[in-house]
């Protein structure tokens, strides 16, 4: 089942904060963050896995909450960089390491 | 070191043709994977292996073929195009087991006319 990420879109001026939501309906054994610009392939960020656990660089963290199948990519201090559409991807228990991904959501940076 | 490697990036297709979407990866990695973007959907699976002579579908496998002969090459078949199969393509790998991230190829956008 196609985990449900929140807001679609975000609008930030450089220097603020923004939240990106992922929610699966089913239990998770790992939760991978990935970016992608405009016409680019979608590149690794960082994974999370079961045992609830937060991880950072830079400004972009993320934690994973193992009991509400949930995870939260938290980006500080936004710069113009971090433009690009963010993706969640989820991988069940006995999925052999496939990840289903979210729709996506869409952080735009402004200057 | 190149990563994974997919070709062509671009292809446009007439309605009942047929083509193979290459993908190579030299970084030695057992896990690999086809997936499909469309606008505003997120990325599908289509078919994965988990190592040389080992395949299986994913979510999406209608219309496609693949085979997997050695550890480096993944190519996907499309066999008689069709409208619903215009999309981006990409090629992931994984090494190190399920605890690594995915190394995508920078994808082939086919058109299906």
């Known amino acids: 089942q196609q985990p449900v990420q929140s807001p679609q879109a975000v609008i930030l001026r450089e220097g603020e904060d923004a939240v990106i939501n992922c929610s699966s309906s089913?239990?998770?054994?790992?939760v991978h963050w990935y970016r992608q610009k405009h016409g680019e392939a979608p590149v690794f960020l960082m994974i999370l896995l079961k045992g609830g656990e937060q991880k950072g660089h830079d400004k972009i963290s993320a934690s994973f909450n193992e009991k509400k199948q949930q995870s939260s990519l938290y980006l500080t201090a936004s710069q113009l960089s971090y433009s690009g559409t963010y993706f969640c991807g989820t991988e069940n228990g006995g999925s052999q390491g496939n990840l289903i991904f979210g729709k996506g959501t869409k952080l735009s940076v402004k200057p | 070191n190149a990563g994974v490697t997919q070709t062509p990036k671009f292809r446009i297709l007439k309605i009942g043709q047929s083509m193979t979407l290459q993908c190579t990866q030299d970084?030695?990695?057992?896990?690999m994977y086809w997936y499909r973007q469309d606008p505003g959907m997120g990325l599908k699976l289509i078919y994965y292996?988990?190592?040389?002579?080992?395949?299986d579908k994913g979510e999406v496998p209608n219309g496609y073929n693949v085979s997997r002969s050695t550890t480096e090459d993944f190519p996907l078949r499309l066999e008689l195009a069709a409208p619903s199969q215009t999309s981006v393509y990409f090629c992931?790998?994984?090494?190190?087991?399920?605890?690594?991230?995915?190394?995508f190829g920078s994808g082939t956008r086919l058109t299906v006319v």
């Open positions: 089913k239990a998770l054994y790992s």
């Open positions: 970084m030695n990695h057992n896990y």
């Open positions: 992931a790998s994984r090494g190190g087991g399920r605890n690594y991230g995915y190394t």
């Open positions: 292996s988990v190592g040389a002579g080992i395949t």
